[in-house]
């Protein structure tokens, strides 16, 4: 969050160069051929964004996008108006003449309608307004359909960000960090979707008459399987592409993996990039953005893919695909079997050490969620987007991409995989779901009913996965927890000195010191429970995301919302209760115990000799509406006053211990146990 906010900052105390920005991008979008590689939609969507977290207001960002791209069409259009049929033959329109003669056939197939249909429609839209000038399209015409277009252009490229935005600034209300973590993720999958459009309409000429000599050199060798590989590269299949970008990667794939492979075998250790990757994440862990990627990661695992296999296998069965079940079959089950190798050969170490033999099966090269969950989504993005058109593939190979991305990211974020195991397990990944496509490349698409295996498929992952989270996720978030090395103190040098060895306020995740711990609970936390019972507190064991629905209605009264999750250095509370003064229901007092790296021995308290020692803060919450979209609870720092009437209520229950009181910064701080 530190890195992003300075830029975020400058954004909102100088609106007016983040909108000069964002009307030259929505120009030059609009500009002949330039538009091909203007990132539009990515810089648009992040405007928005920054509508939605507050810095910028929102219809100055709608007008200056609309008037950005309907002042780029124009200019596109007297461009044509005014050189005619010769500006096909000008630069840059000149090196490009399948664009135009796409543009041309768009043109005549819509009409003026083409005009906005145009900007919704990735490369004929940097050439339609120019043709339109060139037909001789009116003035006034044009100009009505490019304004009423562009007003709806703009808004469905800045509204979604706008949602987006709402959704950071929520999760940045709860969590900084988490709204880094996020903010991460969604630039890597941008900043990929970016240069793949780039690529993708760069190649397109010399890719066609690629595969026109290729097709008629394969069919022209006479054999069967010769012709079949003809008919699944030809221009006219639809198909086409997703196969030889297929053949493409997976050639570059098996290179980059001989690489990464022989270079881990010379060197026996991984690399420097490696090491920082992983110290980057380290640094940013934190409760919230755990729970979120230990969920991603979950749906990675073996039961999870293995269940969605099934699925696809059992569909495929129905509607008598034998082969195409038989390759499902066989290419998960290589992928496990060279998992299996490259475990025994390599065995690297894992980032996090271990703490049991039973953990170490999770940690080696390649990454096992990586290569399967790859394989698994890529199977299923090779059936199904045969039946569809350009357009619906690339949507279909987006969306299982995108979850294949975010599982490998949940592994570098969780610290179980080095970069280059996620690496490499992508790129095994890429080299068999290429010969899987291979394989079936000859058979129909109609064979499969694509609709109905991605309505299955959906249906199993969800069910399946969710299945798996909800009955699993307590005891692999035990799995994936940061390790916290603990110390242990004798009970009378805790009470002598040991108490000042932790913190004395807590640590939020940006390290910023934040309310003092006016309480340290020497003790279990059922016994901290049974205390604050007896203190009239409403205890909450656990913040789950299901408690931040309730934020999303700015209405809520304070009695009607959970109190806020806050963390103590990345660490969530583990018993939070509330009290409402007498009379009060726009207030409350909320009281935080947080588990400290320290124990205390003490024969006769618990069966190990050693008890936690819990840090116990409090503050005073009120009700904040953001924006009127939503509203979070706000803590505020508790009086004096208020500390010593909570520290009252423990320390008069006579079945709790008070070991000593000392004094930080004027603020009292109890250390307290239950008696035996």
């Known amino acids: 969050m530190d890195h992003i906010q300075p830029y975020l900052d400058y954004f909102a105390a100088n609106p007016g160069w983040a909108l000069a920005v964002i009307f030259l991008i929505a120009f030059g979008e609009a500009l002949l051929v330039i538009g091909l590689v203007v990132p539009s939609t990515a810089v648009l969507v992040g405007a928005g964004a920054l509508v939605g977290t507050g810095k910028l207001e929102f219809w100055p960002v709608i007008i200056a996008t609309t008037l950005g791209c309907i002042l780029g069409d124009q200019v596109s259009f007297w461009a044509g108006r005014i050189f005619g049929d010769r500006l096909r033959n000008l630069w840059p329109l000149s090196a490009y003449p399948h664009l135009v003669a796409k543009g041309e056939e768009f043109m005549k197939k819509h009409g003026g309608k083409s005009i906005a249909l145009g900007r919704f429609v990735p490369g004929v839209k940097a050439v339609v307004p120019g043709i339109a000038g060139m037909f001789g399209m009116s003035q006034?015409?044009?100009?009505?359909?490019?304004?009423?277009?562009?007003?709806?252009?703009?808004?469905?490229?800045?509204?979604?960000?706008?949602?987006?935005?709402?959704?950071?600034?929520?999760?940045?209300?709860?969590?900084?960090?988490?709204?880094?973590?996020?903010?991460?993720?969604?630039?890597?999958?941008?900043?990929?979707?970016?240069?793949?459009r780039i690529m993708a309409g760069s190649v397109t000429p010399y890719r066609k008459a690629l595969q026109g000599h290729l097709a008629s050199w394969s069919?022209?060798?006479?054999?069967?399987?010769?012709?079949?590989?003809?008919?699944?590269?030809?221009?006219?299949?639809?198909?086409?592409?997703?196969?030889?970008?297929?053949?493409?990667?997976?050639?570059?794939?098996?290179?980059?993996?001989?690489?990464?492979?022989?270079g881990l075998m010379l060197r026996g250790a991984v690399g420097n990039l490696d090491y920082s990757i992983n110290n980057l994440f380290s640094e940013i862990r934190n409760a919230p953005a755990d729970e979120l990627l230990i969920r991603i990661t979950m749906l990675g695992d073996e039961f999870v893919l293995y269940c969605l296999t099934g699925s696809i296998v059992l569909w495929l069965l129905t509607q008598r695909a034998w082969k195409a079940a038989l390759a499902t079959v066989l290419t998960v089950l290589a992928a496990k079997l060279i998992l299996i190798v490259a475990i025994a050969v390599f065995a690297s170490p894992a980032p996090v050490l271990p703490d049991t033999v039973a953990r170490m099966?999770?940690?080696?090269?390649?990454?096992?969620?990586?290569?399967?969950?790859?394989?698994?989504?890529?199977?299923?993005?090779?059936?199904?987007?045969?039946?569809?058109?350009?357009?619906?593939?690339?949507?279909?190979?987006?969306a299982c991409g995108s979850l294949v991305i975010a599982i490998a990211f949940s592994r570098l974020y969780l610290g179980v995989n080095w970069l280059s195991d996620v690496i490499a397990g992508i790129l095994l990944a890429f080299i068999l779901v290429t010969l899987f496509s291979v394989a079936i490349g000859a058979l129909p698409s109609t064979r499969f009913r694509p609709v109905g295996l991605l309505a299955v498929s959906i249906i199993a992952f969800i069910g399946f996965g969710g299945f798996h989270i909800a009955s699993s996720y307590d005891k692999i978030e035990q799995r994936y927890s940061a390790r916290n090395k603990m110390t242990t103190y004798a009970l009378a040098d805790w009470a002598t000195d040991g108490w000042s060895k932790v913190a004395a306020k807590r640590i939020d995740l940006a390290g910023t010191p934040e309310e003092a711990f006016i309480v340290q609970w020497l003790g279990s936390p059922e016994s901290l429970a049974a205390a604050l019972k007896a203190a009239q507190f409403t205890t909450y064991q656990k913040w789950t995301w299901h408690d931040s629905f309730a934020y999303l209605n700015p209405h809520a009264a304070l009695n009607m919302v959970s109190p806020r999750p806050a963390l103590h250095e990345g660490l969530k509370a583990k018993i939070t209760g509330v009290q409402y003064p007498a009379g009060a229901t726009d207030i409350r007092l909320t009281l935080r115990a947080f588990k400290s790296n320290?124990?205390?021995?003490?024969?006769?308290?618990?069966?190990?000799?050693?008890?936690?020692v819990y840090l116990i803060s409090l503050t005073h919450e009120v009700q904040k509406t953001h924006l009127s979209l939503f509203a979070v609870p706000s803590d505020l720092p508790a009086s004096l006053a208020e500390v010593q009437a909570v520290i009252t209520q423990f320390t008069n229950q006579p079945n709790i211990e008070k070991l000593a009181e000392k004094q930080v910064d004027g603020m009292p701080i109890v250390i307290l146990k239950p008696k035996s």
């Open 219 to 262: 069919r022209n060798q006479g054999s069967r399987p010769m012709r079949r590989f003809a008919a699944a590269i030809a221009p006219e299949n639809p198909s086409s592409v997703l196969f030889i970008l297929l053949i493409v990667f997976s050639i570059l794939a098996l290179i980059a993996l001989i690489d990464i492979a022989t």
């Open 598 to 612: 320290a124990l205390v021995s003490s024969t006769g308290i618990s069966s190990t000799g050693t008890i936690p």
């Open 361 to 398: 099966k999770d940690f080696r090269f390649p990454s096992g969620h990586a290569a399967m969950a790859g394989v698994v989504f890529g199977i299923l993005a090779t059936l199904v987007s045969r039946g569809f058109g350009r357009w619906t593939q690339a949507l279909v190979v987006a």
């Open 140 to 196: 006034g015409m044009f100009l009505s359909i490019n304004v009423a277009s562009g007003i709806v252009w703009a808004f469905v490229h800045v509204l979604p960000g706008v949602l987006l935005g709402q959704a950071l600034a929520l999760a940045g209300e709860l969590s900084g960090r988490l709204l880094l973590i996020l903010t991460i993720l969604f630039i890597v999958i941008g900043v990929a979707g970016w240069l793949l």
